[in-house]
């Protein structure tokens, strides 16, 4: 048989502990942030119908940059490359049970079959938030806060970014300048200006429009980007309902943070490794008594169960990335003195049972 390539499909990731540990500090950040401003989660299925997106986004989207094919029962699906007309879709369904205005956000998984980049895949995560029900400018002034307030959560200085806005339809340049002036300067957001040629590439867009740039030489692209949609809900036979959303991309999320030096430090979960010492192979149970009481403390433990020697068995602790190491003799079962080290500093302490925890935290 031949030998099959490790490599993922071409434009999708594989997610390491580490690079986990990034995006679930993205995923938290994002979440913390939106639920601070009352929104609350939703999500779909990867599948939907072709039609959605070819009534709004165009033939041309769904023919070459979309996964699209025929289900068993001949009908043509699409992976997602968008969330708003699934949101669209999910609204329109329950507008009589729902309470507006209504506060949503999702962070799905994403497809576009389209030539890969830098910030640009074929499958990423986005977050997407939208607010449903306000039709004056309260709503856009919102999503742009919150927008800022994400990226400030991240770390990120006003100087690191722009906000570039723009209008479609009735709006003038000059009610776009009042906007900026008046429900966004006060609200704290100091770093926004129009940009007559910002277009959002989606054909449902009929208001303000917006972007946040990275202002880094290095990284000269887009973060986010959003605006208002009123119409999109006349798909599914509805009447309009007014909607300001915004989508913020993981690839470019990370991008801007890794520009700007933002990422967080890997740090493991896992906080003690415990290495059973090969003399100690016929005392399990005793070692497995000593490991639960330390995680009942709330602390996370690792056993290793190879009985190889301290030696290497520490190696691998430290190729982990664990920042405690306790290693666990027969005279330490005896004496109830356990000698804990951390692997960060190369400290060693000797401690009861009782005291494992304190050390830890």
């Not at 704290?188 to 910002?198: Q, T």
């Amino acid at each position: 048989m031949s030998k099959l390539d490790t490599s993922p499909y071409k434009g999708v990731r594989d997610f390491y502990p580490e690079d986990q540990f990034i995006q679930s500090y993205i995923f938290d950040t994002w979440r913390k942030s939106v639920e601070n401003f009352g929104y609350e989660e939703y999500e779909a299925s990867v599948l939907e119908p072709s039609e959605i997106y070819k009534e709004k986004s165009g033939e041309e989207i769904v023919n070459e940059q979309t996964f699209t094919f025929k289900d068993r029962g001949g009908r043509e699906v699409t992976l997602r490359p968008e969330m708003t007309p699934t949101v669209a879709r999910m609204v329109a369904a329950r507008r009589r049970q729902l309470g507006f205005p209504l506060r949503w956000y999702s962070i799905p998984n994403l497809f576009r079959y389209e030539a890969t980049q830098r910030g640009r895949l074929r499958e990423h995560w986005q977050l997407n938030v939208d607010l449903f029900g306000v039709s004056g400018y309260e709503a856009d002034v919102e999503l742009i806060v919150l927008a800022d307030k994400i990226l400030k959560k991240f770390g990120a200085k006003e100087n690191d970014y722009e906000i570039r806005l723009n209008a479609t339809g009735a709006i003038t340049l000059e009610m776009l300048g009042d906007f900026i002036e008046k429900e966004l300067k006060p609200r704290g957001v100091a770093n926004a200006l129009i940009d007559e040629k910002l277009a959002r590439g989606q054909a449902y867009y009929n208001g303000i429009v917006f972007e946040f740039f990275d202002t880094n030489p290095q990284n000269p692209r887009s973060i986010l980007g959003g605006g208002r949609y009123d119409n999109l809900t006349e798909l599914f036979g509805e009447s309009n309902i007014p909607v300001v959303g915004f989508g913020a991309g993981d690839v470019t999320i990370k991008d801007f943070l890794e520009t700007h030096k933002l990422l967080p430090i890997y740090n493991p979960k896992t906080e003690i490794y415990v290495i059973p010492a090969p003399e100690s192979e016929k005392s399990i149970e005793e070692i497995s008594s000593i490991v639960e009481s330390i995680r009942n403390s709330n602390v996370n433990v690792a056993i290793d169960w190879s009985y190889k020697t301290i030696g290497d068995q520490k190696k691998n602790a430290l190729k982990l990335k664990i920042p405690f190491l306790l290693v666990i003799r027969e005279n330490h079962i005896r004496s109830g003195i356990f000698e804990i080290e951390n692997l960060i500093t190369g400290v060693k302490k000797e401690v009861s049972l009782e005291e494992i925890p304190g050390c830890v935290k």
